[in-house]
C-alpha cells in the first residue's frame, strides 16, 4: 500500500474564523475598517512596532500602495533581488519604475548588501529588500546606504510576520514594510496582506491611497466635515469578513510560530547528516535574526539533478516544490527591469533549492518518511 500523500501546504484554521465572522455578520457591518479590522490594526501595530498598520487585500496591494506611496515615476530605478515572487518588482512596474535587480548572498539568499551601491544611479529612488523565508536581510547595511544617498526602504516581509533583525519585527524597519497573509505563509486569511508605515509623514497619504484617494478615514474620525478626492489610489481595503478570519489567526500567532519552529528545527536535525554527507545544504540562519519557520528549503549538491529529485519524491507520495524562476530571466523582467552584474548566486542555488513540506499539524512520523525519502538521493548521484 502506498503511503498516504504528503501535500506541500495545508492551510491552518485555528477554529475561531467562523465564530468571528459571524460575529462580523451579527453587527451588520461588511465594509472594511469595522472593529475587527481595527484589533487586526492594533495586534500589527503593537506586534510589528509600526507606527502605521493598514490592512490590504494582499501583500501585493500594500506594494502597489508602497509604490503610490513614495511617487514612483517613470524610469525612477528600485533595487531589489531577481530572486523574490514577481509582486516586488510588479508594483513598481506598474508606476513606470524600473527594477534593477542585484544578486543575492549565497548563505541567506537575501539581497546581497555589498552589491547595492554598485547598482545605485541618478535614478535610483528605493531599495526593496525580501525576507526571504522569513529570515532578515541585513538590515543594517541597507538602511545605511539608503540614508547616505538618499533613497526609501520598501521591505518586503511578506513571509516575515514574526521575525524580527537584531530585536526589530521584520517590516518596522524601512521606511514602509508589506506582510502576507495568503493560505500559502504561516498567518492566512485566504487573500491578505498589509501595509506598515514607520515614517508617520507618509501616514495622512497611505490611508487616502487606501480609500479610493478620498479622505474618507479623515471624515470617519470627525476631522473633516465632508469627503473628497484627494490624490491618486484605489480601493486597497478588505471587508471585515476577511479582518474577521484574519483576527482569528493574529490571536494565535505565538501558537502557530512556536509549532512551526518545532517542525523546522526537526528537520534541520534530521538533515544534518545528509549535509554532512554532501548530498545538500541546509538553511542559514544569522546570530541577529530570529526567524518565524515560515520556509524549510534544501540546496541540493550540483550533482543532483532537482527534477529526479522531486520525482523520487512524489514517487514516495511527497509533494515538494521549487521556486523562484529568477526575474531577470523571465519575459516581464527582461522587458521592464536590467540585471545588475552577472547575478551567479541567483542563477546557480534558484536551479539547486528545493522547499519541503511545512504546515502547521504536520507530524514528526510525516518529517521521518520525508527525510529518509531524502536518503536516497546518493543513488541520484551523477
Ligand atoms: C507571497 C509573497 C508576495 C505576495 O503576497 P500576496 O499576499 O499573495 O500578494 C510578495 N512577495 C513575497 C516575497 C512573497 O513571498
Redesign the pocket.
Known amino acids: 500500500m502506498k503511503n498516504a500523500p504528503i501535500p506541500f501546504n495545508r492551510p491552518h484554521m485555528t477554529g475561531k474564523e467562523l465564530y468571528y465572522i459571524a460575529e462580523a455578520h451579527f453587527n451588520g457591518r461588511l465594509a472594511g475598517d469595522g472593529p475587527f479590522t481595527a484589533k487586526c490594526h492594533n495586534w500589527l501595530q503593537q506586534n510589528g512596532a509600526c507606527h502605521k498598520a493598514l490592512l ?8 502597489e500602495m508602497a509604490a503610490i506611496l513614495l511617487d514612483i515615476q517613470p524610469g525612477d530605478e528600485i533595487i531589489m533581488p531577481s530572486y ?5 518588482a510588479n508594483a513598481f512596474v506598474s508606476r513606470g519604475g524600473v527594477p534593477v535587480f542585484v544578486d543575492i548572498r549565497a548563505d541567506t539568499l537575501n539581497l546581497d548588501e555589498t552589491l547595492i551601491e554598485n547598482a545605485i544611479t541618478t535614478r535610483t529612488k528605493a531599495i526593496a529588500p ?3 523565508a522569513g529570515v532578515s536581510a541585513e538590515m543594517n547595511t541597507v538602511m545605511d546606504i539608503a540614508r547616505r544617498h538618499g533613497l526609501k526602504v520598501v521591505e ?4 516575515g510576520v514574526m521575525s524580527s533583525y537584531q530585536g526589530a519585527a521584520l517590516g518596522s524597519i524601512g521606511d514602509l514594510g ?5 493560505e ?2 504561516n498567518i492566512i486569511s485566504g ?3 498589509a501595509l506598515l508605515i514607520n515614517d508617520p509623514k507618509l501616514t495622512l497619504r497611505a490611508e487616502i491611497i487606501r480609500e479610493k484617494g478620498t479622505d474618507r478615514s479623515r471624515f470617519f474620525r470627525g476631522e473633516v466635515d465632508k469627503y473628497t478626492w484627494q490624490d491618486l489610489g484605489s480601493s486597497f481595503l478588505p471587508g471585515e469578513l476577511i479582518a474577521a478570519f484574519l483576527w482569528a489567526q493574529l490571536e494565535e500567532a505565538d501558537k502557530i510560530t512556536a509549532q512551526r519552529l518545532k517542525n523546522w528545527n526537526y528537520y534541520h536535525l534530521l538533515l544534518e547528516p545528509l549535509e554532512n554527507q554532501g548530498l545538500l545544504r541546509r538553511p542559514m540562519i544569522p546570530a541577529d535574526c530570529l526567524h518565524n519557520a515560515h520556509m524549510y528549503y534544501i540546496l541540493l549538491s550540483p550533482k543532483l539533478n532537482r527534477q529526479q529529485v522531486l520525482n523520487e519524491l512524489n514517487q514516495n507520495n511527497i509533494n515538494a516544490v521549487s521556486h523562484y524562476v529568477p526575474l531577470h530571466s523571465s519575459p516581464a523582467g527582461q522587458r521592464y527591469g536590467r540585471a545588475e552584474g552577472e547575478l551567479k548566486n541567483t542563477n546557480a542555488l534558484s536551479e539547486r533549492l528545493i522547499r519541503l513540506p511545512l504546515w502547521f499539524g504536520l507530524t514528526e512520523a510525516e518529517q521521518n518518511r520525508i527525510v529518509e525519502a531524502l536518503k536516497n538521493l546518493d543513488k541520484l548521484l551523477r
Open positions: 490590504t487585500h494582499s501583500c501585493t496591494a500594500a506594494l523574490t515572487f514577481v509582486s516586488t525580501v525576507h526571504y518586503d516581509a511578506a513571509q508589506t506582510y502576507s497573509f495568503h500559502t505563509k487573500e491578505g496582506g
